[in-house]
């Protein structure tokens, strides 16, 4: 797993307090089509990002499709470095 992952993993794991144990969450787990994260955990999800990896949404960034899964997570972060 990617330094991304774990450290995104660790974030939903500790501080969001998903209601998934780790072994639960992988790479291709849906957070939000699955209502894993609500829209306000998403949010909170999308500070965490910014200020740990340097980057900087759009309002039409924060969305399934950036935001769905690790894989896609770590996607998005790495194309926004």
Do not use: C, W
């Not at 990896?53 to 996607?75: A, C």
Request: hydrophobic share 40%; charged share 25%.
């Amino acid at each position: 797993m990617s330094d991304i992952k774990e450290k995104v993993k660790a974030y939903l794991l500790n501080e969001l307090h998903l209601p998934v144990k780790a072994e639960e969450l992988n790479d291709a787990t849906p957070l939000l089509s699955s209502r894993l994260i609500d829209s306000i955990s998403a949010l909170l999800l999308v500070e965490f990002l910014e200020k740990n990896f340097g980057i900087q949404f759009q309002p039409h960034e924060v969305n399934n499709d950036n935001l769905d899964s690790l894989d896609l997570i770590e996607t998005f972060v790495r194309g926004k470095q």
